[in-house]
């Protein structure tokens, strides 16, 4: 008898277990991530026997007591930067301007006319790395010689990686060292990347060298070349390039001296042939004079 009574208590505990009206509405969110100053997309979708209407959300931090975001009836309450995706029949969420204090565990409650159901959602909130800088040590490099290459990368969240390569493709990763230094600003965790690639006796013509910054999920968010200078192919002190506005002033320097010194040398040869003229023209006419 006492069994029975047991096994009754076990079934309806059981069927007020499934009986939910979220049974008839299956709904799910999928697991978020947002990426911090732009708009988060939450994708939730239930069953929908095609005219299902969403009467109304409450969304809260399961930690917390208030609700972050209501909306029923033509009312919304709450923080402004929360929205419906579509607030007839989608209950996909909408944060725009994505902030890290949004990251957690929430419980979303959906009213319909069909029936209600609360689900957990969870969202993490990441950072993109800004556009990595690079640099030498030495500034200027020479084939052959020590070097170590620079990439820092800022500003993104969680903490990510920096990858090297040079122009064949090769990775050189192996041979980098990767420092990461967590900051905090107002809220705002970033992890800045330093990658510094040294290379004992470097081969310039590797070079461009690419320095790739990865996010914590090892995707692309940015990249950057490392060009060397041409001398970096000499072994030897930059060679200093003939001036050519010194050539040139010199010549044209040099070859008005010589146009001066035609130009007199001709003076003084018509002058001199001036007066060997006026003197045989005279000597003619003393003789003429003469009886
Ligand atoms: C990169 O960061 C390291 C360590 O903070 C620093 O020594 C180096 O000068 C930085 N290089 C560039 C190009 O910013
Ligand atoms: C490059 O090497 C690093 C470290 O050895 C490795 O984690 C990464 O997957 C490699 N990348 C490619 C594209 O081969």
Same mark, same amino acid.
């Given at each position: ?30 697991? !978020? ?21 969403? #009467? ?55 009213? !319909? ?12 909130? !990441? ?43 090769? #990775?050189?990763?192996? #041979? ?66 003939? #001036? !050519? ?47």
């Amino acid at each position: 008898m006492s069994s029975v009574i047991r096994q009754f208590t076990v079934l309806s505990l059981f069927i007020l277990a499934v009986r939910p009206d979220g049974e008839l509405l299956d709904l799910k969110c999928q697991p !978020t991530v947002g990426i911090v100053a732009q708009t988060t997309d939450i994708r939730c979708q239930y069953k929908t026997n095609g005219d299902t209407i969403i #009467n109304g959300v409450f969304l809260k931090k399961s930690t917390e007591e208030n609700f972050i975001f209501q909306m029923y009836g033509n009312k919304i309450y709450g923080d402004k930067r929360f929205s419906l995706e579509n607030p007839t029949n989608d209950p996909s969420l909408k944060i725009s301007d994505t902030m890290f204090s949004d990251e957690g565990n929430y419980d979303y409650r959906v009213v !319909t006319d069909r029936g209600e159901q609360t689900v957990q959602l969870s969202i993490t909130v !990441t950072a993109k790395y800004s556009a990595p800088v690079t640099g030498t040590l030495p500034v200027t490099l020479k084939n052959g010689r020590l070097a170590d290459l620079y990439c820092n990368a800022t500003d993104g969240f969680p903490g990510g990686f920096i990858h090297w390569f040079d122009k064949h493709k090769t #990775n050189w990763t192996i #041979n980098s060292d990767l420092t990461k230094v967590p900051k905090d600003t107002n809220g705002r965790k970033s992890v800045a990347l330093s990658s510094k690639l040294t290379f004992k006796s470097i081969d310039v013509d590797l070079a461009p060298f690419r320095c790739v910054v990865l996010n914590s999920k090892y995707e692309e968010d940015g990249e950057s070349r490392i060009l060397f200078d041409k001398s970096a192919r000499s072994d030897e002190p930059k060679v200093l390039e003939p #001036n !050519t506005t010194k050539i040139i002033a010199g010549v044209m320097v040099i070859g008005s001296l010589i146009v001066g010194l035609l130009f007199a040398l001709l003076f003084f040869r018509r002058k001199r042939s001036f007066h060997r003229d006026y003197d045989s023209a005279k000597t003619a006419e003393d003789d003429s004079e003469k009886p």
